[in-house]
Nanobody, 124 residues
């Protein structure tokens, strides 16, 4: 089975930067389209960013574009989300997910495998 484990979350001040990671085991992350989602307390889980099978065609939410970068390291079999200029509204649990169809998607039901999340808190 494919397993996804997020890490790297923490507390950061508004305007700061943080990188969250998703370690993939069982298969190479490049075999899947990969996505990042986040969920704040009491709110729906929302799409943040995705990258297609093979690490191409990055796609971002309106909130994430120009501030966040999704990437992967095939040697470490790890997916990353580098976040800059963080805002309090970026606070939430960040989840990575794997999509076997290989194309980017902003819909949760496109992803078959999910990690347990890592908490990101941005203070004002």
């Amino acid at each position: 089975q494919v397993e996804l484990v997020e890490s790297g979350g923490g507390l950061v001040q508004a305007g700061g930067s943080l990188r969250v990671s998703c370690a993939v085991s069982g298969r190479a992350f490049r075999d899947y389209a990969m996505g990042w989602f986040r969920q704040a307390p009491g709110k729906e889980r929302e799409f943040v960013a995705a990258i297609a099978r093979g690490g191409v065609s990055p796609y971002y939410s309106d909130s994430a574009k120009s501030r966040f970068t999704i990437s992967g390291d095939n040697a470490k079999n790890t997916l990353y989300l580098q976040m800059h200029s963080l805002k309090p509204e970026d606070t939430g649990i960040y989840y990575c997910a794997a999509n076997p169809w290989g194309r980017t998607s902003d819909r949760m039901n496109a992803y078959d495998f999910w990690g347990q999340g890592t908490q990101v808190t941005v203070s004002s």
